[in-house]
């Protein structure tokens, strides 16, 4: 069985299709990696999948229930949990208070309860805010346990939100561009955390540009362009598809393919160029 | 346990608890104690205010109405149908968290200017329905209020209301804090700063909203029905457009996000026009520019803003006697 079953997604915004007709499929436990040029829609089909956006057409079921058409918090609570591209972090708040927020769902109570502040309250808060440390330090952040997060660099925002996707206690969890901007280094420590959700039995959908990740973590691809599928599948045929490095790199490819067929370096040179 | 007293929470109610009471010492006739019930009521209001502007990040200029229903409720049906006044006051709040309910979910999908305009508009529509139904409200001359008395008991003079009124306050105060340090007080919090944020970990920022304008419209119309029975009168002023200016400006002076922001703002903003008359004619003046110093020096708004100069004060005391650096 699948755990999340996309059919003929469409995303239209005015007279473009940001995503096409696409359908796929993506199983339990696997790291799926999107991919695609800049523009290709990626974003947009994350923002489907989690509810922020509702599609022109098309279905999403995830572990079989129709979720089409509900709103963010209904995906949240079947298991969805993601992270963004453009930082959503709440920056009014500690680092140990976004991952708390992370916790709502498992932690909210009656609104007498909450106005009077019963016991059962306070130990509830007590165990949110153990468990919200335990999580930042799982994804490296224990320097920051009692740091604002307006005081926090880029790259540990970025695992700040990562924490708070997996406060939810997610099945799923998506990742806009988690290495977008970070250095060589932190791109490693991302890499082995991704790889620590799997065992944790997050089955984790990735969204991103640097492909040494991509191809270190991934399972299976799905290539986007224009919206559309290019390509799909494991991840050692999806490097090796000429349509793909077409793709990264428009015309520019050489036909002699002195490019070589390693897409991994193919289309790190065709990111830079586009940069 | 020391740490403990000292905390924002215990030490800020702690030492409200301690103004309270040590504030008649400084009233020294029934004046004083009048402008401090004024106080009380609109720090209650704007404690309630607070969650939802400063926490929420939802703006309301709608909230005088609120305050007018409860204090119109209570007057009609205690004075004019002769309700005993608890269950008048306890109806007319119900009444109102009703129509918070039905009228916040449409007007809290909007954002930004719509939704000051949306709630400009009810408060609007409040005011005119008040001054124009005077066959209930008695129009623009208003309606004497009957004391509130509780069975045989009534409420009378202004020390015995100074300690209800006090005590109702701290008790708002207590209600507000232990809402904001709550998993519903952090989804508000939360969705103030990114909505989508919020949604995606599974907070319905819906009716979270919802929820906190309610609140918030309780609290003022409390503060309404208590207003009536104790000046035992209701004029349309307290319903109008320039009352939810008033509040909201006591919010933001005192500081968004903080709960005795709210207490010190609508303290220093109910005083200052009293103590303003000696300037007689320019009182207005002095009081706009009180308003347009406190934005530029402070802008955060007092309490938030003294807060962090003493924290930053505290660090540099700390960072001197640090032989380390
Ligand atoms: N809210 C929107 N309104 C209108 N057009 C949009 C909106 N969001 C995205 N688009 C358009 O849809 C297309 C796909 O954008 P999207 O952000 O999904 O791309 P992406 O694959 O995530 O790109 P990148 O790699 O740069 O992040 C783009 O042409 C973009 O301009
Ligand atoms: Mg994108």
Redesign the interface.
């Known amino acids: 069985m699948s755990l999340l079953r996309v059919q003929g997604l469409t995303k239209k915004f005015g007279g473009l299709n940001a995503v096409e007709d696409l359908s796929f499929d993506i199983q339990t436990g696997s790291v799926h990696s999107i991919i695609g040029p800049n523009g290709a829609g990626k974003t947009t089909l994350l923002n489907l999948l989690?509810?922020?956006y509702q599609p022109s057409s098309g279905k999403i079921a995830f572990e079989e229930h129709d979720l089409t058409g509900r709103?963010?918090?209904e995906?949240?609570?079947h298991g969805i949990?993601?992270t963004?591209q453009n930082l959503?972090?709440?920056?009014?708040?500690s680092a140990l208070?976004n991952v708390?927020?992370?916790?709502?769902?498992h932690?909210?109570?009656g609104?007498a309860s909450?106005?009077?502040?019963g016991p059962g309250?306070k130990r509830?808060?007590k165990t949110?805010r153990d468990e919200a440390a335990e999580l930042l330090r799982y994804v490296g952040l224990q320097d920051y346990l009692s740091s604002a997060s307006d005081s926090m660099p880029y790259g540990a925002l970025k695992r700040l939100e990562i924490a708070?996707?997996l406060?939810?206690k997610p099945k799923m969890m998506l990742l806009d561009e988690p290495a977008a901007g970070l250095n060589p280094t932190e791109a490693l420590e991302l890499e082995n955390l991704i790889g620590r959700l799997t065992e944790r039995g997050v089955t984790v959908v990735l969204v991103e540009h640097n492909m040494r990740l991509v191809m270190g973590v991934s399972d299976h691809i799905l290539v986007l362009d224009y919206g559309r599928k290019l390509a799909e599948g494991p991840a050692q045929s999806v490097r090796n598809d000429p349509k793909v490095i077409e793709a990264y790199l428009g015309s520019s490819v050489p036909h002699d393919g002195s490019f070589g067929k390693d897409i991994a370096a193919a289309v790190t040179i065709g990111v830079e160029m586009r940069r | 346990m020391l740490q403990r007293l000292a905390s924002p929470r215990t030490g800020g109610l702690l030492a409200l608890a301690a103004a309270i009471v040590l504030l008649p010492f400084l009233l020294s006739n029934s004046y004083f104690y009048d402008i401090a019930i004024l106080v009380g009521l609109n720090a209650i209001v704007c404690v309630g205010l607070n969650l939802l502007i400063g926490y929420a990040g939802q703006i309301s200029l709608g909230h005088a109405g609120f305050f007018g229903l409860g204090a119109y409720g209570s007057a009609i049906l205690a004075s004019r149908y002769g309700w005993p006044p608890l269950a008048a006051m306890l109806t007319t709040t119900l009444a109102v968290a009703a129509l918070a309910f039905l009228v916040g979910r449409p007007i809290l999908r909007l954002k930004g200017h719509y939704l000051a305009m949306a709630t400009l508009g009810l408060g609007i529509i409040i005011f005119m329905v008040i001054t124009t139904e005077d066959k209930f409200t008695g129009g623009p001359d208003g309606l004497s209020v009957v004391p509130f008395s509780i069975g045989e008991y009534t409420l009378r003079g202004e020390r015995l209301w100074y300690w209800i009124v006090g005590a109702l306050l701290l008790f708002a105060v207590w209600l507000a804090l232990n809402l904001i340090e709550s998993p519903a007080g952090r989804a508000l919090r939360a969705l103030h700063s990114s909505e989508v944020g919020a949604e995606v970990v599974g907070i319905d920022a819906a009716r979270q909203k919802v929820m906190v304008f309610v609140i918030s419209a309780v609290f003022a119309s409390v503060a309404g029905s208590l207003a009536a029975h104790y000046s035992g009168f209701v004029t349309p002023g307290k319903v109008a457009f320039f009352h939810s200016i008033e509040l909201v400006t006591m919010v933001v002076f005192g500081g968004m996000a903080s709960t005795f922001g709210a207490v010190v703002g609508a303290a220093v903003l109910t005083t200052l026009p009293q103590l303003l008359t000696v300037f007689k004619d320019y009182e207005m003046m002095v009081f706009g520019a009180v308003m347009m110093g406190t934005m530029i020096f402070l802008p955060r708004g007092v309490v938030p803003s003294l807060g962090r100069l003493l924290e930053l004060r505290r660090q540099g005391a700390a960072s001197r006697s640090d032989p380390r650096t």
């Open positions: 989690t509810g922020v709103a963010p918090h995906y949240a609570s949990a993601r963004f959503q972090v709440f920056f009014n708040m208070e708390m927020v992370g916790r709502y769902m932690e909210r109570c609104l909450t106005l009077l502040r309250l509830a808060e949110c708070r996707a406060a939810t």
